[in-house]
Nanobody, 115 residues
Framework: QVQLVESGGGLVQPGGSLRLSCAASENIFNFNDMGWYRQTLGTQRELVALINVGGRTDYSDSAKGRFTISRDNAKNTVNLQLNSLKPEDSGVYYC?????????WGRGTQVTVSS
């Protein structure tokens, strides 16, 4: 069973930055893609950023220009750099990986943007 463990969340002031990491239990090149999703209370998880096995990235409109997804192949991790954070970026950030139709999720890490 694939395991994903997120880290790096916390409390940050508006305009600040955070770096989230997702550590996978196996070689990340086994996955078709990996992504970061955000969920707030009472809402569904929404895609924030995605990176596929070929390195192609995709971002939500709100993330473009502020967030950057990347991967560290040697450490089997996918990272999400969050810059210029806004209060509306707050939520639980989940890491997800996919092998064909199978999806795997981490337990999430809380990001709170507040003064």
């Amino acid at each position: 069973q694939v395991q994903l463990v997120e880290s790096g969340g916390g409390l940050v002031q508006p305009g600040g930055s955070l770096r989230l990491s997702c550590a996978a239990s196996e070689n990340i090149f086994n996955f078709n893609d990996m992504g970061w999703y955000r969920q707030t209370l009472g809402t569904q998880r929404e895609l924030v950023a995605l990176i596929n096995v070929g390195g192609r990235t995709d971002y939500s409109d709100s993330a473009k220009g502020r967030f950057t997804i990347s991967r560290d192949n040697a450490k089997n991790t996918v990272n999400l750099q969050l810059n210029s954070l806004k209060p509306e970026d707050s939520g639980v950030y989940y890491c997800r990986s996919r092998i064909l139709r199978r999806e795997f999720w981490g337990r999430g890490t809380q990001v709170t943007v507040s003064s």
